[in-house]
């Protein structure tokens, strides 16, 4: 069975440094990975998607993500933060190898941004 | 472009009362499912279909019903509310892997946000 973890349900950092939000994944396929970001009141928004063509994966709002499959991780990073990027973050792998939209989702880290 | 529309985005129920949470969108999906949030647990997979006529359940299907009549709605029904199913509820549609370079992109809706007395 697929699961992912995420390390750490709060990360706190200031504006302008390194955000760094760890994500490990297990599963038994060749796995697609996705981290999604959900600002207050909303819905969810992909930031970036791995899907096996190179495992560093560009997104928007200058993220980016690098699939480790020897260390069964998706790590998200972005190396200035903005006071906007404070928000959930989620991870999340598909499900199964028949690509039906399931997702299995990490339980989310919120990124606070200090001035 | 409307995308994904929920309603009610806000419901408080009492014990035993039945609802349903409507789903729609517009960009001609195949697949849509359900999602519930809750704290520190993310996102848990309720129910999904693959098109009009098929659904199967997901994670935590008990106490909710879904259809598919059609390729733009999707409704979940309680059958009757428990306070365990006090939660934020998203719908979400795709496409099929092999359309969006082999992965699932999930457009979500904005949410409904359940309370149940």
């Known amino acids: 069975a697929q699961s992912v973890t995420q390390l750490g349900s709060h990360v706190s950092v200031s504006e302008g440094a390194l955000v760094l939000l760890r994500c490990n994944y297990s599963?038994?396929?060749?796995?697609?990975l996705f981290w999604y970001v959900q600002y207050p009141n909303q819905g969810l928004q992909l930031l970036l998607k791995y899907t096996s063509a190179a495992t560093l994966v560009k997104g928007i709002n200058g993220f980016e993500a690098e699939f480790k499959k020897s260390e069964t991780s998706f790590h998200l990073t972005k190396p200035s933060a903005h006071m906007s990027d404070a928000a959930e973050y989620f991870c999340a792998v598909s499900s199964g190898s028949s690509n039906t939209g399931k997702l299995i989702f990490g339980q989310g880290t919120t990124l606070q941004v200090k001035p | 472009n409307a995308g994904v529309t929920q309603t009610p985005k806000f419901q408080v129920l009492k014990t035993g009362q039945s609802m349903t949470l409507q789903c729609a969108q517009d960009?001609?999906?195949?697949?849509m499912s359900w999602y519930r949030q809750d704290p520190g647990m993310g996102l848990r997979l309720i129910h999904y279909s693959v098109g009009a006529g098929i659904t199967d359940q997901g994670e935590v299907p008990n106490g909710y019903n879904v259809s598919r009549s059609t390729t733009e709605d999707f409704p979940l029904r309680l059958l009757s509310a428990a306070p365990s199913q006090t939660s934020v509820y998203f719908c979400?549609?795709?496409?099929?892997?092999?359309?969006?370079?082999?992965?699932?992109?999930?457009?979500f809706g904005a949410g409904s946000r359940l309370t149940v007395l």
């Open positions: 960009m001609n999906h195949e697949y």
């Open positions: 979400a549609s795709s496409t099929p892997g092999g359309r969006a370079g082999g992965a699932n992109v999930l457009t």
């Open positions: 599963s038994s396929v060749p796995p697609y």
